[in-house]
């Protein structure tokens, strides 16, 4: 039975308690107080436990942000907005902010920082304590199913009843990971107060799914060192990524095909013919291995490849070549020889399709950052509404860039909404 309609009122409502939405509950709760306003603020959030993506990030460590963060690290949008974002909230800030609430953050090789305590509950129990320390009223689960415009404020309605709001912070993330609650639902409470979406929401930092006939197929749990090429229809090539990779039962994964998915998806979209390359052997040049191989002599092919690669490997990718692994170097054809070498350096990855919003990180597309205004983070569309997070069109690469962007977005959307509209 649905509850009667209250009159339930809020200074400010921030819809979605995630990464961003909590950063922007947080950061709204300290203005007001630094400005003597006494605000009622509520987060509400549809899920029955709250940072679910915080928890499950980084593999349950959590990778809160990097230690080197530019706009570069950013796809969508305009880079000059992303920049100027990032900017209002940078990662010292960031970090003294997380230092401030007990969570020391370490840097690794990698420049990807994490709680020292290596838990991601860390982080989250730190947000939560915050948030009411705010004194932000935090309601879940509350699933919004309407948000309107009621006059100057806004209407917010669900099963849990409705609550009217001056100000409204939009912080319902993206499509990744659905079952979190992160489904889809702000795109259109995004449209409902005036915004547009980009033409194309897709998955970001996706595994990809390799063709059934595909060796690589065969040799699940295998994990390199790769170089993913992502190379136009005309073969000229467009941006590549060296990174971990691991062979799976469906295709591959780590972070340099989750890197590269976005950018392979979005070029395949206007250029079906665009694809992508492995070189399993990054640190190698083709005419040092072509020397290797003229010197070959009654050498086995396997034992000389078998030295580069792991075996399984080595035998599939000379299998793919045409060159049975017991061939010699004396016997080894100019044209196998090449055959070869293209195996090793420049694989063809038949890519059948990505593994969804189910698998994805995190999502491309989404609120045009040119319908927000950098410094606060304020509807360029609808006055009193801000917009945070993974909803607006900017998705970073794996290492904290996607956090640092809720971190930065949140914090100024959360002053801005507890900073007074000037006379
Ligand atoms: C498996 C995984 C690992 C990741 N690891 C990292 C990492 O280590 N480092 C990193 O930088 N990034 C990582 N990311 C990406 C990062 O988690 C997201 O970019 C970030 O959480 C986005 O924050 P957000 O607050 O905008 O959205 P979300 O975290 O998605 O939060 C949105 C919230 O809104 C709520 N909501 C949505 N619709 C409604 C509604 N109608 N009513 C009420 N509530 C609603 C949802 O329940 C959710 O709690 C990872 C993502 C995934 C999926």
């Known amino acids: 039975m649905t ?10 409502a921030v819809l979605g308690a995630g990464a961003a939405g909590l950063m922007a509950a947080i950061a709204a709760g300290r203005e007001a107080a630094r400005r003597g306003r006494a605000l009622r603020i509520v987060a509400l959030d549809g899920a029955r436990t709250l940072g679910a993506k915080i928890l499950v990030a980084g593999g349950g460590r959590c990778n809160v942000t990097h230690h080197a963060v530019t706009e570069q690290a950013y796809a969508g949008g305009s880079r000059n907005t992303i920049r100027r974002v990032l900017r209002g909230f940078d990662v010292p800030e ?6 401030d609430l007990g969570v020391d ?9 994490f709680p020292t305590t290596d838990s991601a509950r860390t982080v989250l129990d730190a947000l939560l304590r915050a948030a009411r320390e705010a004194r932000v009223e935090l309601r879940h689960p509350a699933r919004v199913a309407r948000v309107e415009r009621a006059g100057d404020a806004f209407l917010l309605a669900g099963e849990w009843g409705d609550l009217h709001a001056d100000r409204l912070v939009l912080a319902t993330g993206g499509k990744a990971l659905p079952k979190t609650g992160s489904d889809g639902a ?16 897709f998955p970001a930092l996706v595994p990809l799914v390799l063709d059934p006939a595909c060796p690589l197929r065969a040799l699940a749990g295998l994990t390199r060192p790769m170089r993913i090429e992502l190379r136009a229809g005309t073969g000229k090539r467009l941006l590549e990524f060296t990174n971990s990779t691991l062979c799976t039962h469906f295709g591959l994964s780590g972070p340099a095909v989750m890197d590269i998915s976005r950018h392979f998806l979005d070029a395949r979209h206007h250029d079906p ?3 992508l390359v492995a070189c399993f052997l990054p640190e190698a040049s083709r005419e040092a291995l072509e020397r290797d191989l003229l010197a070959l002599g009654p050498r086995r092919v396997r034992t000389w490849a078998r030295a580069l690669l792991p075996e399984r490997l080595a035998e ?12 010699t170097g004396a016997n080894l054809k100019k044209e196998a020889r090449r055959a070869l070498l293209d195996a090793l350096l420049a694989f063809p990855l038949p890519v059948t399709a990505d593994r969804g919003f189910t698998h994805a990180e995190v999502t491309a597309g989404g609120v045009p950052l040119d319908e927000i205004d950098p410094r606060t983070m304020a509807s360029r569309r609808c006055p009193g509404l801000f917009l945070c997070g993974e909803i607006l069109d900017a998705d970073g690469r794996i290492g904290g860039f996607n956090f640092q962007w809720a971190w930065a977005s949140g914090h100024l959307a959360g002053v801005a909404a507890a900073t007074p509209v000037p006379p």
Not at 189 to 198: E, K, M, Q, V
């Open 3 to 12: 509850p009667p309609p209250t009159t339930d009122r809020a200074d400010i």
């Open 94 to 99: 960031t970090v003294g902010f997380f230092r």
């Open 105 to 113: 953050l370490k840097r690794e090789d990698t420049g990807k920082l």
């Open 186 to 201: 702000g795109y259109a409470f995004a449209r409902a107060l005036g915004h547009s979406i980009t033409d194309r929401v």
């Open 273 to 275: 013919a665009a694809h």
């Open 316 to 327: 599939a990718l000379a299998e793919a070549a045409g060159v049975p692994p017991e061939t």
